[in-house]
């Protein structure tokens, strides 16, 4: 069946890059996503990325999908203490399901 | 617009009660609708999708059910609710099949005590 499989920690310094991976099983994937939840509340879009691309940057944050491998990352520039979050890579099918990965926690140290 | 609000935002329930958590879609017409569940310190768990009125699919073999009364009406429900059962539950929506966009409700914190 469909899989999102994600690291389930990072840590990083103020300042340095984040790079939060993802992969996933299923080759019918249309879109692919990367959602920011904080704590206590609900999910917020960061950012997606079509699966005919393999690279979209928006601000800090850059996609960069490998779909021979499947292969999903999100990197996150010059990380502030305010984007210490759950992460969560998600799938969208043609079939209308939309599938998350377990979630990455960030924590940003100063 | 469109926007998307999900009710009731908490609640505590007994053990063997019944449940209903309600979402509704507004600005748009035949949208795709979800219900997640996020159990404590764990992941999102599809529970249902529906691409239309009628058309449930289920995810997760439990004792929650979900209907789709009208187009942009999600009910996600319980005839006994077990301690398992705990959690944030989420419903979204996405436009269509193409899915390039999907919006969360706020959530739902079931608590079964």
């Known amino acids: 069946g469909e899989d999102v499989e994600q690291s389930l920690f990072l840590s990083v310094r103020e300042g340095d890059s984040s790079v939060i991976n993802c992969t996933y099983t299923?080759?019918?994937?249309?879109?692919l996503y990367w959602y920011k939840q904080e704590p206590g509340a609900g999910l917020q879009l960061l950012t997606y990325i079509f699966s005919n691309m393999d690279m979209k940057q928006d601000q800090r944050l850059t996609v960069l999908l490998n779909k021979k491998d499947k292969h999903l990352s999100l990197r996150i520039a010059d990380t502030q203490t305010g984007d210490s979050a759950i992460y969560f890579c998600a799938e969208f099918e043609n079939t209308g399901k939309l599938i998350f990965g377990q979630g990455t926690t960030l924590q940003v140290k100063p | 617009s469109q926007t998307i609000h999900q009710w009731p935002a908490t609640l505590v329930q007994p053990v063997g009660s019944p449940l209903s958590l309600e979402c509704t879609v507004e600005?748009?017409?035949?949208?795709?609708l979800y219900w997640y569940r996020q159990a404590a310190g764990r992941g999102l768990q599809l529970l249902f999708y529906s691409v239309g009125i009628g058309q449930i699919s289920s995810e997760v073999p439990q004792n929650l059910s979900a209907s789709r009364p009208q187009d942009r009406q999600f009910i996600l429900s319980s005839k006994k609710l077990l301690l398992s059962d705990s959690g944030f539950y989420l419903c979204?929506?996405?436009?269509?099949?193409?899915?390039?966009?999907?919006?969360f409700g706020e959530g739902s914190w079931l608590t079964v005590v």
């Open positions: 979204a929506w996405s436009r269509d099949v193409s899915g390039n966009t999907i919006y």
């Open positions: 299923d080759s019918s994937s249309t879109y």
């Open positions: 600005g748009t017409s035949n949208p795709n």
